[in-house]
């Protein structure tokens, strides 16, 4: 089917609901970090998916592994056993720890634990604290849990036990920990805050304080797994107390590239979480979520409690595993690291030279350029010269490259990008 972005944009506006801001633009083709719309023009995406596409467009593994299960199953319930989940539970359970629940979003994952946290722990504990401009879901549980009153207006009201701290306070958590707590809910970076970092002792201080007080830990890596940040796992490059004790390290004495080669590194090293949640790149773009639970915890998720009609579904499975294989086989945690310090480099040279770049936060693919101006014009101009990228928090402009980028895109991009601040700079 051929169809112009002018008579696509029509047929949306009589069928379909407007609840998003779209761009006049129709997508019909995707390759890698490349994608092309209706009337031809290319388009270098460093946001692809939202992140979703965390080995770009049609990465050639995931498309022969769909392929090939759609002929055999699609879609059968979980009351039967399929090859696909286990395996696919199995290599997540290698490259990080516990037990996997598949579902098929990152609000259906988060909604998850949110419940599991409250089974794991006695009858009367049922509040959990998250973080000022932390992200985690549009359903309701999910959405209480998002410490932005942006996006909880006209929704009241809410779901009741949440309260919400300033990320990187331990002791504003500590002040929040009572008799009724369950848990703690955290993304170790947050994304949608703007790339938000965890300081290099937080989440140790945080695994200590539930431990103390009987609470689970919960990571949402929704945005930050599958090695997005250089590692399986965002929580494995956050070192234990007691493990950084013993080795006498600095406070965040672990090399980056180290990480990057060591894609076993142990939970047992690393400030490990109790329960985590996935999505986004977890299969590869197909629609997919997980909930991981240390097998302590998982045991709290009994029949009846949870589930997700068409959660751990073949199709879903086969393109996880697909994925885990390509980013093993390709090497990709080590090509993560190598072109986030290629990013780096720009932008580092960049804000030598513009006063408007306030502040640079990398994280293996995750890039925030906190900017002194608003950040939307930058999408668009961006978009003019054949770059996407995102805006964030008001002022930040936010990059989530696909993992398997090349050092020739990452010019490419960061050229235009360039340019684009520079003008924005003349402007302002």
Excluded at 280 to 289: E, H, N, P, R, T
């Amino acid at each position: 089917m051929t169809i112009t972005t002018a008579d696509n944009i029509a047929v949306f506006d009589q069928y379909v609901i407007p609840n998003y801001t779209r761009y006049p633009i129709t997508l019909v083709r995707g390759e890698g970090s490349h994608v092309w719309d209706a009337e031809g023009n290319r388009y270098l995406d460093l946001f692809p998916g939202w992140g979703c596409n965390i080995l770009g467009y049609c990465p050639p593994g995931v498309v022969r592994a769909i392929q090939e299960q759609v002929s055999r199953l699609i879609h059968v319930p979980n009351t039967w056993y399929t090859e696909a989940q286990g395996e696919f539970a199995r290599l997540l359970h290698t490259h990080g720890f516990g037990k996997a629940f598949f579902c098929n979003s990152g609000a259906e994952a988060v909604e998850g634990a949110i419940k599991l946290a409250r089974l794991a722990t006695p009858e009367n504990r049922y509040k959990i604290i998250t973080f000022h401009n932390s992200f985690h879901g549009r359903t309701l549980g999910a959405l209480t849990a998002t410490a932005q009153p942006k996006y909880h207006a006209g929704l009241g009201p809410l779901v009741a036990g949440f309260s919400y701290a300033p990320f990187n306070d331990l002791d504003a958590v500590e002040s929040l920990v009572d008799d009724e707590t369950c848990g703690i809910l955290i993304e170790p970076i947050q994304g949608e805050g703007g790339v938000n970092i965890a300081a290099d002792d937080f989440l140790a201080g945080l695994r200590q304080l539930a431990d103390e007080h009987g609470l689970m830990l919960i990571f949402d890596e929704v945005q930050t797994g599958m090695g997005r940040t250089g590692t399986w796992f965002a929580y494995q490059q956050w070192k234990s107390r007691e493990s950084r004790a013993e080795s006498r390290e600095p406070e965040f004495g672990v090399d980056r590239k180290s990480l990057a080669l060591d894609s076993g590194l142990s939970s047992l090293d690393s400030v490990c979480p109790d329960i985590m949640t996935l999505a986004k790149g977890l299969a590869g773009g197909v629609a997919c979520g997980a909930l991981i639970a240390k097998d302590e915890v998982a045991t709290a998720l009994k029949p009846g409690t949870h589930a997700s009609t068409f959660g751990g579904n073949p199709l879903a499975m086969a393109a996880g595993i697909a994925t885990v294989r390509m980013i093993e086989e390709d090497d990709l945690l080590t090509n993560c690291t190598e072109m986030s310090d290629r990013f780096a480099g720009h932008i580092a040279e960049l804000a030598e030279e513009l006063s408007i770049i306030e502040e640079v936060r990398i994280r293996g693919m995750m890039i925030g350029i906190d900017l002194a101006i608003p950040a939307t014009p930058a999408v668009k101009k961006c978009m003019d010269r054949g770059v996407l990228v995102n805006a964030t928090h008001d002022t930040v402009v936010r990059l989530l490259p696909a993992i398997n980028i090349t050092a020739e895109q990452v010019d490419e991009g960061m050229a235009v990008i360039s340019d684009v601040l520079r003008e924005m700079a003349a402007e302002a």
